[in-house]
């Protein structure tokens, strides 16, 4: 009888057996389904934000702003959360199309105040002048150029990588990094807006510059600022200040608190300094006051989200007094 038994309970402990594998297997496909969707939502976000600032038409840009709004949708966030990134996104997008339509209000382009400016800080000598005088051969494209090249497009996605992880990981600090880059782009609007300045590459049109070239222009073998008014994001006289420097300078202070993450966010800092002044992007000067600019940010962003943060009600303990 005992034999019989077992021999009995011996298939249904293999088909138990068997639906535990398949319900481990389904479960493993389910994870990696939504994994799946997640790196394409986080794809869509951030080639979004990354269209904004390049030569598309805006038609495209409208798209795929819309796409990454659902894009947010399938990352599950609470609504608080996706109303906090939508805003970001909205923000970064207008700052982007309103950039375009600055250098069309009439004002003069300036170029001769940075000029006289950084002769003076360097005895007479432009640092971007000096480095290609160096390191510069027309016609040839070597590892630094190359180099410079990958450090200036990392520009474009490494500032909003980092707002999308504060946005996983802590309402809180995202709302400040958002809010200071945010800040940071439109206090570089207006100056650009008031004083549209040339940046060295094209200083020798509008100053007594010496001629200056354009390294990522020669290391792609055309120029992103001459694709025409009718796309998004493209000013070629927003060198003052040098929002590309702000914002590299917004990541690192958004990194600092993290001690293994200073040294590479000070390196990073390094590199894109060295990258903008040798490759005519922009003046000494435009990075230190874009600087000034993104730590201000930073400063009053911290200042406002702090004042959010201790201005909301605390929420009761449930337990009693012990």
Same mark, same amino acid.
């Given at each position: 009888?005992? &034999? ?18 398949? +319900? ?51 990352? &599950? ?15 970064? =997008? ?49 590892? =630094? ?5 990958? %450090? ?8 909003? +990588? ?30 650009? #807006? ?7 590459? /094209?200083?020798? &049109? ?8 354009? %390294?990522?222009?020669? %290391?792609? +073998? ?30 690192? /202070?958004?990194?600092?608190? +993290? ?25 000494? #000067? ?28 605390? &929420? ?7």
């Amino acid at each position: 009888m005992l &034999e019989l038994r077992r021999s009995r309970s011996e298939p249904d402990s293999e088909q138990c057996g068997v639906e535990d594998h398949r +319900g481990r297997l389904l479960h493993r496909l389910r994870r990696a389904a939504a994994n799946v969707a997640r790196g394409a939502a986080y794809v869509a976000i951030l080639l979004t934000l990354i269209l904004a600032r390049a030569a598309v038409p805006l038609y495209a840009l409208v798209v795929a702003l819309g796409v990454a709004v659902v894009a947010l949708l399938v990352l &599950e966030r609470t609504r608080t959360g996706f109303a906090h990134f939508v805003g970001y996104m909205s923000g970064f =997008v207008l700052f982007a199309l309103l950039r375009n339509e600055a250098d069309d209000t009439g004002i003069g382009i300036k170029a001769q105040y940075v000029v006289d400016a950084e002769r003076r800080l360097f005895g007479g000598t432009l640092p971007t002048a000096w480095f290609q005088d160096r390191l510069h051969r027309p016609g040839e494209i070597g590892l =630094v150029a190359v180099m410079c090249m990958l %450090v200036y497009f990392s520009y474009f996605v490494a500032a909003h +990588g980092v707002a999308l992880a504060f946005w996983r990981r802590s309402a809180a600090e995202f709302k400040r990094y958002a809010l200071a880059l945010l800040l940071t782009v439109y206090t570089g609007l207006a100056a650009c #807006l008031l004083v549209p300045t040339a940046p060295p590459w /094209l200083a020798s &049109e509008y100053s007594n510059a010496p001629p200056m070239v354009r %390294v990522v222009s020669e %290391v792609l +073998g055309s120029n992103p600022e001459q694709a025409g008014h009718d796309t998004a994001g493209v000013n070629a006289f927003a060198a003052m200040p040098s929002l590309h420097f702000a914002l590299t300078v917004l990541v690192a /202070l958004a990194l600092w608190r +993290g001690p293994r993450r200073r040294p590479a966010a000070v390196l990073y800092v390094a590199a894109m300094g060295f990258t903008l002044v040798y490759g005519g992007e922009h003046y000494v #000067l435009d990075l230190l006051v874009g600087a000034a600019v993104a730590v201000a940010a930073w400063l009053v962003a911290g200042r406002f989200v702090g004042s959010l943060t201790s201005s909301q009600p605390v &929420e009761p303990s449930e337990q009693g007094c012990s």
